[in-house]
């Protein structure tokens, strides 16, 4: 009995001789620029961008995980790659010291409930009477619940909300969603292989446009592309021609918008309630509009429900905007006193005049084919039915004007 | 020692007397807490507390066998402790002591708490660092000696972890040279007894991670196991009923067991406050 224990205590003696030599101790405790301890940075040379810089927020503070150790299987326990799914993000970007309240506003803005489209399709579809009833994508995640029309959203537009998990989807659909990080990331330059992709304020328009490209293809003909009848042409070389979209749309140049080419980006007009919410659930997006034309060219500085546009800068009575992402200070032409003041204009919305080119899409409908079975984007399931979009012809003219709220505003059938 | 010179039976023992394996294992299970502390005792540092035990577990060589090696054994002594002081009461020991001596034993199970308290609250991460807060919050509401105790044993939010971590090792020392010469003989600690007690230490450290609570925007946070049930009593009482006086029962009942008068209202007492302490103990910890 004694001779047993003696050479178990000396195999255990071996065991644990053999698994420190093995272990791959640290240098040092690392510690942030608040003196907490993240031992994550022991082995990741990651640099997420200036805001979120290495060293100053911790690689455990937004993935989980446990700082405290350089045991891999320890230390990655419980992460998630992701954090600003909305999923988390009560815990990683919206945690009491970095940005709180801002996951409850998101999630209850239209970007994240899709409410708007839900509501319209089950409106015009003949499935429910409310135009502004409860709907959000959360739900029918959670839920399941379908319908014809919630099949086709479903199916066909179930990708572009901030409750889809990034990179779940295949293909081009892969960069879509992400909660927070479906606007706020661009891609890493370094170090290593696959970098840390940055966090960043400054969107660019690429981001909104991974999105808001279909309907009225707003962030389309904003930087001067038309989704044109898709023939590819020119065909060179046996192939087509023409520039091609990441889902595998044809587009051709138009001239882009006139802020687009100063140098602006759509965050540069929408505010940050417009896009993240400003706590309310509204039901439709020009609920959550806030901007108007007359915010910056008249020289108000605030939107029409009150936010200030602190990049807007009126000096010696001149109109600055200075632009997000590039910081260059833009002047800001005031309304023509003529032509946008004249008695007769005076119902005019700005834009029925100045919005030159809006894309047409004619003859829109859609086919369901029952025997055959398709990806569900919000269950991640092949479930029967097949939706296909079809469509007459395209157009980029002048667009229809028509009445909306007593002003003559444009009208985009797509 | 029998006239023959062997070492008597457990069974003769049993009669009248504790499982001696149990004992020595004890012995064996603090003494292995004490060894393993003073390995430790070189790399931490009580001015960086908590960055010196993370250094412990990720850059000191052997740091952190020695670290678990330490926690399993503090652990077990509790263990075998808790059996212990049963074990006692079953076998009557409190009818072979002085009252004096019954009294000194009662308060070592409350200092070898104190001691396994204030081992937590030495590594100061977000368990121990809040723990020692909530103690030096109940020993302020002690009437007259609050301060003194509190200046003794705690005084986290003025010196962090100096005063625990004193008491830490004072007060080890002190139990194993007072218990080590007048309850038992160390020197008698039987060499297979601390073999067996060493090697299921090191088998559990070998195996088991201990780890530490990182600082973060909880909401729950759970103390050592032997104190979330006062953690849990807090909640449904006021801090002098919950932290002073529920906890001080089960000694005061423990003690009271040795006069004949008071034994049965003691031994019901100590059997309800058990089952109490036990069943906050498990409610919280499935919190």
């Keep these: 009995m004694r001779h047993l224990l003696w050479s178990l205590l000396f195999l255990l003696a071996v065991a644990v001789l053999v698994k420190e030599w093995r272990f791959k101790r640290a240098e040092k405790v690392y510690t942030l620029a608040s003196g907490r301890v993240d031992m994550c940075l022991a082995c990741h040379k990651e640099t997420p961008g200036k805001a979120h810089a290495r060293g100053v927020v911790g690689c455990a503070d937004c993935h989980g995980g446990d700082p405290l150790t350089v045991e891999k299987a320890r230390a990655h326990r419980g992460m998630v790659k992701n954090p600003a799914d909305l999923r988390y993000a009560d815990r990683s970007c919206g945690r009491p010291e970095c940005h709180p309240g801002y996951p409850e506003r998101v999630k209850k803005s239209l970007m994240a409930t899709n409410r708007g489209i839900i509501t319209i399709l089950r409106y015009y579809w003949g499935e429910i009477k409310d135009f502004h009833a409860e709907a959000s994508v959360e739900v029918l995640m959670r839920t399941g619940e379908t319908s014809t029309a919630l099949d086709y959203f479903r199916k066909l537009c179930g990708t572009c909300h901030l409750w889809l998990p990034k990179e779940k989807l295949p293909g081009f659909l892969k960069k879509k969603g992400g909660g927070c990080s479906a606007c706020h990331l661009v891609p890493g330059k370094g170090p290593g292989k696959n970098p840390h992709p940055k966090l960043t304020r400054k969107i660019p328009v690429e981001n909104c446009a991974r999105c808001h490209n279909r309907s009225g293809r707003i962030a389309l003909t904003y930087q001067g592309l038309y989704e044109d009848e898709q023939y590819g042409a020119p065909i060179r070389d046996g192939t087509f021609g023409a520039e091609e979209l990441e889902d595998g749309r044809f587009v051709e140049r138009i001239p882009p918008d006139v802020h687009f080419k100063a140098g602006m980006s759509c965050v540069d007009c929408h505010v940050q309630n417009e896009t993240m919410g400003d706590g309310k659930a509204y039901a439709h997006l020009e609920e959550s509009l806030e901007i108007t034309c007359e915010a910056c060219h008249e020289g108000l500085g605030r939107t029409k429900k009150g936010t200030p546009l602190p990049n807007l800068i009126i000096k010696n009575g001149k109109i600055l905007l200075r632009a997000k992402l590039t910081g260059k200070l833009l002047p800001v032409k005031r309304p023509d006193p003529v032509a946008c003041r004249h008695p007769v204009h005076r119902r005019l919305a700005c834009w029925a005049c100045h919005d030159r080119r809006v894309p047409q899409c004619f003859g829109c409908h859609v086919r369901r084919s029952a025997g055959e079975k398709q990806l569900d984007k919000l269950s991640f399931r092949e479930t029967p039915g097949l939706w296909e979009e079809f469509r007459s012809y395209m157009r980029l003219e002048n667009p229809t004007l028509g009445l909306y709220r007593g002003r003559v505003t444009v009208l985009v059938p797509g | ?287």
């Design chain 2, 1 to 287: 020692m029998n006239s023959g010179g062997k070492r008597p039976k457990a069974a003769s023992f049993l009669r009248y007397r504790v499982n001696p394996r149990v004992s020595w294992a004890l012995a064996a299970a603090f003494l292995v807490a004490m060894i393993s502390g003073l390995f430790l005792a070189y790399p931490f540092s009580e001015t960086a507390p908590f960055i010196s035990t993370v250094g412990l577990e990720n850059v000191v060589p052997f740091g952190r066998f020695f670290r678990r090696l330490h926690y399993f054994s503090a652990w077990l002594t509790l263990g075998f402790l808790f059996y212990h002081a049963a074990e006692s009461l079953w076998a009557k020991a409190y009818e072979r002591r002085t009252a004096g001596r019954w009294l000194a034993l009662t308060l070592s199970l409350v200092l070898i708490l104190l001691i396994a308290f204030t081992g937590y609250v030495a590594r100061w991460d977000e368990t121990g660092r809040l723990a020692g807060f909530i103690a030096e919050s109940l020993s302020l509401k002690i009437p007259y000696v609050g301060k003194y105790l509190n200046g003794l044993l705690f005084m986290v939010r003025e010196g962090g972890v100096h005063r625990p971590y004193l008491f830490h090792l004072y007060a080890s020392f002190l139990v194993l040279l007072i218990s080590g010469i007048w309850h038992f003989r160390l020197r008698r600690l039987p060499a297979e007894d601390l073999g067996l007690v060493l090697l299921l230490c090191g088998l559990l450290a070998f195996l088991l991670p201990v780890g530490l609570h990182a600082p973060g925007p909880y909401l729950l946070v759970k103390g050592p196991w032997f104190f979330v049930g006062i953690q849990e009593a807090l909640r449904h009482a006021p801090p002098e009923v919950a932290g002073l006086v529920f906890p001080a029962l089960g000694p005061v009942f423990y003690f009271g067991v040795r006069w004949p008068r008071v034994r049965e209202i003691a031994l019901g007492g100590l059997v309800f406050w058990s089952l109490l302490y036990g069943g906050f103990t498990l409610y919280g910890l499935l919190r």
